[in-house]
Protein backbone atom coordinates (compact mmCIF):
# COMPACT_ATOMS: atom_id res chain seq x y z
CA UNK A 1 0.00 0.00 0.00
CA UNK A 2 2.91 2.29 0.73
CA UNK A 3 4.58 1.85 -2.58
CA UNK A 4 1.19 2.35 -4.66
CA UNK A 5 0.57 5.82 -2.61
CA UNK A 6 4.09 6.97 -3.06
CA UNK A 7 4.13 5.78 -7.04
CA UNK A 8 0.66 7.97 -7.28
CA UNK A 9 2.13 11.08 -5.53
CA UNK A 10 5.32 10.79 -7.42
CA UNK A 11 4.17 12.25 -10.93
CA UNK A 12 2.39 14.85 -9.60
CA UNK A 13 5.17 15.98 -8.07
CA UNK A 14 7.33 15.30 -11.05
CA UNK A 15 5.39 17.79 -12.97
CA UNK A 16 5.16 20.43 -10.64
CA UNK A 17 8.96 20.20 -10.02
CA UNK A 18 9.47 20.28 -14.35
CA UNK A 19 6.59 23.08 -14.28
CA UNK A 20 8.14 25.24 -12.15
CA UNK A 21 11.96 24.94 -13.60
CA UNK A 22 10.27 25.66 -17.01
CA UNK A 23 8.79 29.52 -15.27
CA UNK A 24 12.32 29.86 -13.95
CA UNK A 25 14.03 28.75 -17.02
CA UNK A 26 12.52 31.18 -19.51
CA UNK A 27 11.72 33.72 -17.43
CA UNK A 28 10.92 36.41 -20.16
CA UNK A 29 8.97 34.41 -21.77
CA UNK A 30 7.03 33.47 -18.78
CA UNK A 31 7.24 37.28 -17.91
CA UNK A 32 5.34 38.45 -21.15
CA UNK A 33 2.69 35.87 -21.05
CA UNK A 34 2.11 36.38 -17.47
CA UNK A 35 1.86 40.13 -17.83
CA UNK A 36 -0.44 40.11 -21.16
CA UNK A 37 -3.20 37.73 -19.19
CA UNK A 38 -2.67 40.16 -16.20
CA UNK A 39 -3.65 43.41 -18.17
CA UNK A 40 -6.39 41.83 -20.17
CA UNK A 41 -8.14 40.41 -16.61
CA UNK A 42 -7.29 43.91 -15.20
CA UNK A 43 -9.13 45.40 -18.09
CA UNK A 44 -11.87 43.11 -17.66
CA UNK A 45 -12.46 43.51 -14.21
CA UNK A 46 -11.94 47.14 -14.38
CA UNK A 47 -14.79 47.66 -17.26
CA UNK A 48 -17.09 45.28 -14.91
CA UNK A 49 -16.49 47.40 -11.88
CA UNK A 50 -17.95 50.47 -13.83
CA UNK A 51 -20.44 49.03 -15.55
CA UNK A 52 -21.95 47.44 -12.31
CA UNK A 53 -21.56 50.91 -10.40
CA UNK A 54 -23.07 52.93 -12.99
CA UNK A 55 -26.32 50.51 -12.97
CA UNK A 56 -26.26 50.77 -9.08
CA UNK A 57 -26.02 54.39 -9.51
CA UNK A 58 -28.48 54.87 -12.23
CA UNK A 59 -30.94 52.74 -10.08
CA UNK A 60 -29.69 55.17 -6.90
CA UNK A 61 -31.32 58.22 -9.01
CA UNK A 62 -34.31 56.46 -10.33
CA UNK A 63 -35.29 55.92 -6.97
CA UNK A 64 -33.96 58.98 -5.17
CA UNK A 65 -35.60 61.56 -7.52
CA UNK A 66 -37.85 59.74 -10.53
CA UNK A 67 -40.05 56.58 -9.13
CA UNK A 68 -39.46 55.49 -5.57
CA UNK A 69 -38.85 51.97 -4.35
CA UNK A 70 -42.51 51.22 -5.82
CA UNK A 71 -45.64 53.44 -7.19
CA UNK A 72 -48.88 53.16 -6.83
CA UNK A 73 -51.05 54.21 -9.61
CA UNK A 74 -55.22 53.89 -10.79
CA UNK A 75 -55.68 50.71 -13.17
CA UNK A 76 -54.15 51.32 -16.47
CA UNK A 77 -52.04 53.94 -16.01
CA UNK A 78 -49.30 52.62 -16.38
CA UNK A 79 -49.85 51.58 -19.94
CA UNK A 80 -50.54 55.35 -20.14
CA UNK A 81 -48.20 57.11 -18.67
CA UNK A 82 -46.39 59.15 -21.86
CA UNK A 83 -49.62 61.02 -22.59
CA UNK A 84 -50.08 61.76 -19.04
CA UNK A 85 -53.53 61.16 -18.36
CA UNK A 86 -55.94 62.89 -15.87
CA UNK A 87 -58.58 60.47 -16.33
CA UNK A 88 -56.80 57.27 -14.96
CA UNK A 89 -56.30 58.42 -11.21
CA UNK A 90 -56.41 57.19 -7.39
CA UNK A 91 -59.60 58.94 -5.84
CA UNK A 92 -59.23 58.10 -2.58
CA UNK A 93 -55.50 58.61 -2.58
CA UNK A 94 -55.84 59.63 1.00
CA UNK A 95 -57.49 56.57 2.17
CA UNK A 96 -54.71 54.87 0.87
CA UNK A 97 -51.82 57.22 1.92
CA UNK A 98 -53.60 56.79 5.73
CA UNK A 99 -53.37 52.66 5.17
CA UNK A 100 -49.99 52.61 4.38
CA UNK A 101 -48.68 54.69 6.87
CA UNK A 102 -50.36 53.09 9.43
CA UNK A 103 -48.65 49.79 8.41
CA UNK A 104 -45.06 51.46 8.31
CA UNK A 105 -44.87 52.45 4.41
CA UNK A 106 -43.62 56.21 3.71
CA UNK A 107 -45.95 57.32 0.97
CA UNK A 108 -45.76 60.63 -0.84
CA UNK A 109 -48.53 61.58 -3.96
CA UNK A 110 -47.94 62.97 -6.61
CA UNK A 111 -50.19 64.59 -9.77
CA UNK A 112 -47.86 65.01 -13.22
CA UNK A 113 -49.23 66.41 -16.35
CA UNK A 114 -47.82 67.94 -19.32
CA UNK A 115 -48.27 71.83 -20.36
CA UNK A 116 -46.56 74.76 -21.60
CA UNK A 117 -44.41 76.86 -20.17
CA UNK A 118 -45.18 80.41 -21.22
CA UNK A 119 -42.10 83.14 -20.44
CA UNK A 120 -42.24 87.07 -21.79
CA UNK A 121 -39.83 89.51 -22.53
CA UNK A 122 -38.96 91.46 -19.61
CA UNK A 123 -37.68 89.70 -17.04
CA UNK A 124 -37.06 87.05 -19.30
CA UNK A 125 -34.34 87.55 -22.38
CA UNK A 126 -36.89 86.63 -24.86
CA UNK A 127 -40.47 85.70 -25.17
CA UNK A 128 -41.24 81.59 -25.37
CA UNK A 129 -42.70 78.76 -24.36
CA UNK A 130 -41.69 75.25 -23.54
CA UNK A 131 -43.40 72.19 -23.69
CA UNK A 132 -42.74 70.23 -20.13
CA UNK A 133 -43.78 67.88 -17.39
CA UNK A 134 -44.93 69.09 -14.29
CA UNK A 135 -45.41 67.51 -10.99
CA UNK A 136 -47.64 68.52 -8.49
CA UNK A 137 -45.90 67.50 -4.85
CA UNK A 138 -47.01 67.18 -1.17
CA UNK A 139 -44.16 69.82 0.71
CA UNK A 140 -44.08 67.92 3.73
CA UNK A 141 -44.34 64.40 2.73
CA UNK A 142 -42.54 64.31 -0.79
CA UNK A 143 -39.10 64.89 1.14
CA UNK A 144 -39.56 61.96 2.82
CA UNK A 145 -39.65 59.68 -0.43
CA UNK A 146 -37.38 61.92 -2.71
CA UNK A 147 -34.02 63.65 -2.13
CA UNK A 148 -35.05 66.85 -4.65
CA UNK A 149 -35.32 69.67 -1.88
CA UNK A 150 -32.08 68.40 -0.78
CA UNK A 151 -30.83 69.24 -4.49
CA UNK A 152 -31.73 73.10 -4.41
CA UNK A 153 -29.39 75.69 -5.36
CA UNK A 154 -31.13 78.36 -4.76
CA UNK A 155 -33.82 79.52 -3.31
CA UNK A 156 -36.33 77.35 -1.27
CA UNK A 157 -38.49 74.08 -1.75
CA UNK A 158 -42.52 75.00 -2.52
CA UNK A 159 -44.92 75.35 0.13
CA UNK A 160 -48.46 74.56 0.41
CA UNK A 161 -51.45 76.71 -1.17
CA UNK A 162 -48.76 79.25 -2.95
CA UNK A 163 -48.73 80.26 -6.89
CA UNK A 164 -45.20 79.00 -7.49
CA UNK A 165 -42.89 76.26 -8.54
CA UNK A 166 -39.39 75.25 -8.63
CA UNK A 167 -37.15 74.62 -11.48
CA UNK A 168 -33.99 72.48 -13.11
CA UNK A 169 -31.08 74.48 -13.32
CA UNK A 170 -30.42 73.26 -17.13
CA UNK A 171 -33.80 74.40 -18.06
CA UNK A 172 -33.22 77.48 -15.75
CA UNK A 173 -30.19 78.69 -17.91
CA UNK A 174 -31.66 78.24 -21.32
CA UNK A 175 -34.63 80.18 -20.53
CA UNK A 176 -32.74 82.68 -18.26
CA UNK A 177 -34.84 82.34 -15.67
CA UNK A 178 -34.17 83.71 -12.22
CA UNK A 179 -35.42 83.35 -8.47
CA UNK A 180 -38.94 85.61 -8.24
CA UNK A 181 -39.66 85.21 -12.30
CA UNK A 182 -42.83 85.20 -12.95
CA UNK A 183 -44.00 82.73 -15.74
CA UNK A 184 -47.18 81.16 -17.06
CA UNK A 185 -48.66 77.89 -16.86
CA UNK A 186 -50.59 76.42 -20.20
CA UNK A 187 -52.44 72.95 -19.57
CA UNK A 188 -55.44 71.27 -19.44
CA UNK A 189 -57.89 70.09 -16.82
CA UNK A 190 -58.80 66.85 -15.64
CA UNK A 191 -62.11 67.94 -17.67
CA UNK A 192 -60.58 68.82 -20.27
CA UNK A 193 -61.06 72.91 -20.36
CA UNK A 194 -57.56 74.76 -21.15
CA UNK A 195 -56.14 76.58 -17.56
CA UNK A 196 -53.87 78.88 -17.44
CA UNK A 197 -51.65 79.52 -13.86
CA UNK A 198 -49.74 82.49 -13.27
CA UNK A 199 -46.46 80.98 -10.97
CA UNK A 200 -43.58 82.61 -9.27
CA UNK A 201 -40.06 80.43 -9.86
CA UNK A 202 -39.03 80.21 -5.95
CA UNK A 203 -36.37 77.24 -6.53
CA UNK A 204 -33.53 75.99 -8.73
CA UNK A 205 -32.45 72.64 -8.48
CA UNK A 206 -29.94 70.36 -10.01
CA UNK A 207 -30.17 66.83 -9.57
CA UNK A 208 -27.95 64.21 -10.41
CA UNK A 209 -31.05 63.09 -12.76
CA UNK A 210 -30.73 64.76 -16.03
CA UNK A 211 -33.91 64.19 -17.30
CA UNK A 212 -35.13 65.64 -14.54
CA UNK A 213 -32.98 69.23 -14.70
CA UNK A 214 -34.27 69.42 -18.39
CA UNK A 215 -37.93 68.24 -18.21
CA UNK A 216 -39.37 68.74 -14.60
CA UNK A 217 -40.77 71.27 -12.93
CA UNK A 218 -42.60 71.10 -9.47
CA UNK A 219 -44.95 72.77 -7.66
CA UNK A 220 -47.39 72.36 -4.69
CA UNK A 221 -50.07 69.59 -4.88
CA UNK A 222 -52.87 71.66 -3.56
CA UNK A 223 -52.08 74.18 -5.80
CA UNK A 224 -52.23 71.48 -8.82
CA UNK A 225 -55.44 70.10 -7.10
CA UNK A 226 -57.29 73.27 -7.34
CA UNK A 227 -56.61 74.55 -10.73
CA UNK A 228 -56.89 70.90 -12.59
CA UNK A 229 -59.69 70.26 -10.72
CA UNK A 230 -58.51 67.60 -9.35
CA UNK A 231 -60.69 67.25 -6.15
CA UNK A 232 -58.35 65.21 -4.10
CA UNK A 233 -57.12 62.77 -6.98
CA UNK A 234 -53.37 61.99 -7.51
CA UNK A 235 -51.82 60.25 -10.63
CA UNK A 236 -49.35 58.37 -8.32
CA UNK A 237 -48.72 57.56 -4.72
CA UNK A 238 -44.86 57.29 -5.02
CA UNK A 239 -43.04 54.61 -1.79
CA UNK A 240 -39.49 55.09 -0.26
CA UNK A 241 -38.45 51.46 0.87
CA UNK A 242 -36.10 50.28 3.38
CA UNK A 243 -33.95 47.93 0.97
CA UNK A 244 -30.36 48.09 1.77
CA UNK A 245 -29.93 47.89 -2.13
CA UNK A 246 -31.27 50.19 -4.63
CA UNK A 247 -34.53 48.51 -6.39
CA UNK A 248 -35.17 45.42 -4.39
CA UNK A 249 -38.27 46.37 -2.08
CA UNK A 250 -40.83 43.83 -2.25
CA UNK A 251 -43.90 45.09 -3.54
CA UNK A 252 -45.96 42.10 -3.29
CA UNK A 253 -47.06 42.53 0.69
CA UNK A 254 -47.91 46.11 -0.22
CA UNK A 255 -50.05 44.32 -3.07
CA UNK A 256 -52.22 42.63 -0.98
CA UNK A 257 -52.36 45.33 1.45
CA UNK A 258 -54.27 47.24 -0.70
CA UNK A 259 -56.12 44.82 -2.61
CA UNK A 260 -59.17 46.35 -1.72
CA UNK A 261 -58.87 49.44 -3.59
CA UNK A 262 -58.75 49.65 -7.32
CA UNK A 263 -55.09 50.46 -7.92
CA UNK A 264 -51.79 49.17 -9.70
CA UNK A 265 -48.74 48.37 -6.85
CA UNK A 266 -46.17 48.61 -9.84
CA UNK A 267 -42.59 47.59 -7.95
CA UNK A 268 -39.12 48.99 -9.05
CA UNK A 269 -37.95 46.09 -10.88
CA UNK A 270 -41.10 46.62 -13.49
CA UNK A 271 -41.11 49.93 -13.97
CA UNK A 272 -36.98 50.06 -14.98
CA UNK A 273 -37.22 46.56 -16.75
CA UNK A 274 -36.41 48.88 -20.08
CA UNK A 275 -33.06 50.03 -18.85
CA UNK A 276 -32.47 46.32 -17.04
CA UNK A 277 -32.85 44.82 -20.34
CA UNK A 278 -30.61 47.06 -21.91
CA UNK A 279 -28.21 46.09 -18.73
CA UNK A 280 -28.66 42.49 -19.33
CA UNK A 281 -27.44 42.87 -22.99
CA UNK A 282 -24.45 44.83 -21.60
CA UNK A 283 -23.67 41.89 -19.06
CA UNK A 284 -23.98 39.66 -22.25
CA UNK A 285 -21.45 41.98 -24.15
CA UNK A 286 -19.31 40.97 -21.39
CA UNK A 287 -19.65 37.53 -21.18
CA UNK A 288 -18.41 37.17 -24.50
CA UNK A 289 -15.21 39.34 -23.80
CA UNK A 290 -14.87 37.25 -21.15
CA UNK A 291 -14.28 34.22 -23.34
CA UNK A 292 -12.43 36.17 -25.47
CA UNK A 293 -9.84 36.87 -22.71
CA UNK A 294 -9.66 33.09 -21.59
CA UNK A 295 -9.06 31.96 -24.99
CA UNK A 296 -6.32 34.80 -25.49
CA UNK A 297 -5.23 33.50 -22.24
CA UNK A 298 -5.13 29.83 -23.43
CA UNK A 299 -3.39 30.43 -26.69
CA UNK A 300 -0.88 31.89 -24.75
CA UNK A 301 -0.19 29.74 -22.39
CA UNK A 302 -0.12 27.08 -24.72
CA UNK A 303 2.54 29.14 -26.80
CA UNK A 304 5.00 29.06 -23.82
CA UNK A 305 3.95 25.95 -22.82
CA UNK A 306 5.18 24.32 -26.79
CA UNK A 307 8.21 26.39 -27.05
CA UNK A 308 9.76 25.49 -23.83
CA UNK A 309 8.86 21.57 -25.16
CA UNK A 310 10.28 21.85 -28.51
CA UNK A 311 13.24 23.81 -27.50
CA UNK A 312 14.07 21.02 -25.09
CA UNK A 313 13.99 18.81 -27.99
CA UNK A 314 17.44 17.49 -29.73
Known sequence: MARSKGRGRTPLKFFMVMAVKNLARYKRRTIITALAIAFGVGIFAATA????????????????????SARITGEGYWDERTQFPLDIVIEDAGEVISVMEDNGYTAAPRTEFRGDLVV??????????????????????????????????????????????????????????????????????????YQIMDLEIVGIFNTPNPYINRN???MPLDTVDFHLEMDGAVTSIMVK???????????????????DFRVDVLSFSFMNQDFADIMELS????????????????????????????????
Open 49 to 68: SVLEGFMAESDRNYIDYELG
Open 120 to 193: YFDPFPEDGSIPVTFTGVDPLRDPEVFKLKDSLEQGRFVEPGQDELIIGSYLADRIGAELGYPVTVVTRTRGGF
Open 216 to 218: MLY
Open 283 to 314: ESMMSMILMILAFIAIVGISNTMLMAVLERQR
Open 241 to 259: GDERIPGTMDAQPLNQLLS
